[in-house]
């Protein structure tokens, strides 16, 4: 059965999803849309390699820094791994922030697989050439605003149309699934952590990413050219703000707030030990 421990960035979710699974002996499934990024250990505060051999850690390090990844490419990675499938056979703990993943996975988000061979096709064409292709083959232009990337997306899903498919059912309990740790102490937390991150060399971390994709570029850190530290502090209150709105909306989670971190242990615990 997947349960889920969400919360704000620097809630201290990840560090009790930890202590969780070595007791319980059960894995942890990775529900965070920069940690997938292979070379953003200190960004992401990704598990140490101990954590790492004492627990083991789905959705880590999938993609290289140069690629875009999408909440797709998450479902498919979830789908290589069985991860539905083992729902039913065993616990699996899934810790983190990223709305977009928790609700592709909790709602069987209907989805179309790209194909590499036509995305690599499409990204050699221009903007007046995509919208040449949509002419010449017939496919309405999408009503939002065009840019290049909506246009080869309109196109993927005019030609994958037949190959769309529905995310695996997955084994959940009946009503809360899980809980949304709204810690009253993620500002202070959240400057600690940048605080620690930039010690342990996060300018450095950030400066061997070559060629990122549009997708890292969105990470907090990136596209920072001075005073790092406050505008890593706010971006990603920021961040931490708009988990909390997102969040509230979510009815199959409990709500709680505090920063007595025992309390949402023991709630964890009740809710996996039932």
Same mark, same amino acid.
């Given at each position: 059965?997947?349960?889920?421990?969400?919360?704000?960035?620097?809630?201290?979710?990840?560090?009790?999803?930890?202590?969780?699974?070595?007791?319980?002996?059960?894995?942890?499934?990775?529900?965070?849309?920069?940690?997938?990024?292979?070379?953003?250990?200190?960004?992401?505060?990704?598990?140490?390699?101990?954590?790492?051999?004492?627990?083991?850690?789905?959705?880590?390090?999938?993609?290289?820094?140069?690629?875009?990844?999408?909440?797709?490419?998450?479902?498919?990675?979830?789908?290589?791994?069985?991860?539905?499938?083992?729902?039913?056979?065993?616990?699996?703990?899934?810790?983190?922030?990223?709305?977009?993943?928790?609700?592709?996975?909790?709602?069987?988000?209907?989805?179309?697989?790209?194909?590499?061979?036509?995305?690599?096709?499409?990204?050699?064409?221009?903007?007046?050439?995509?919208?040449?292709?949509?002419?010449?083959?017939?496919?309405?232009?999408?009503?939002?605003?065009?840019?290049?990337?909506?246009?080869?997306? #309109? %196109?993927?899903?005019? &030609?994958? !149309?037949?190959?769309?498919?529905?995310?695996?059912?997955?084994?959940? $309990?009946?009503? +809360?699934?899980?809980?949304?740790?709204?810690?009253?102490?993620?500002?202070?937390?959240?400057?600690?952590?940048?605080?620690?991150?930039?010690?342990?060399?996060?300018?450095?971390?950030?400066?061997?990413?070559?060629?990122?994709?549009?997708?890292?570029?969105?990470?907090?850190?990136? #596209? %920072?050219?001075?005073? &790092?530290? !406050?505008?890593?502090?706010?971006?990603?209150?920021?961040?931490?703000? $708009?988990?909390? +709105?997102?969040?509230?909306?979510?009815?199959?989670?409990?709500?709680?707030?505090?920063?007595?971190?025992?309390?949402?242990?023991?709630?964890?615990?009740?809710?996996?030990?039932?």
């Amino acid at each position: 059965m997947l349960y889920f421990l969400t919360g704000t960035t620097a809630s201290g979710k990840s560090t009790l999803a930890h202590k969780i699974a070595i007791e319980k002996n059960i894995p942890i499934l990775s529900l965070d849309s920069m940690a997938v990024y292979k070379g953003l250990d200190i960004l992401t505060a990704k598990p140490t390699d101990v954590m790492r051999s004492e627990v083991l850690y789905y959705g880590l390090d999938i993609a290289d820094t140069d690629q875009n990844f999408s909440v797709v490419d998450y479902l498919n990675y979830l789908i290589d791994k069985n991860i539905p499938e083992l729902s039913f056979e065993q616990d699996i703990l899934v810790v983190g922030g990223t709305g977009l993943y928790y609700k592709s996975i909790i709602d069987s988000f209907e989805f179309r697989p790209t194909d590499p061979a036509i995305r690599a096709e499409l990204e050699q064409l221009n903007y007046d050439q995509l919208l040449k292709f949509h002419e010449l083959h017939e496919i309405q232009l999408p009503k939002t605003e065009l840019n290049k990337r909506r246009l080869i997306r #309109n %196109i993927e899903d005019n &030609i994958l !149309e037949q190959s769309k498919y529905i995310f695996p059912p997955i084994n959940v $309990k009946k009503g +809360t699934v899980g809980i949304f740790w709204n810690n009253p102490n993620y500002k202070e937390n959240i400057r600690i952590r940048t605080n620690e991150m930039i010690e342990q060399g996060l300018v450095s971390e950030i400066n061997n990413i070559k060629n990122p994709s549009k997708t890292i570029l969105q990470a907090i850190g990136m #596209n %920072i050219d001075k005073d &790092i530290e !406050e505008n890593i502090n706010i971006k990603t209150m920021k961040l931490a703000k $708009k988990q909390i +709105t997102w969040f509230k909306k979510e009815p199959r989670l409990k709500m709680i707030e505090s920063v007595d971190e025992s309390m949402i242990y023991e709630s964890m615990m009740e809710m996996i030990n039932e």
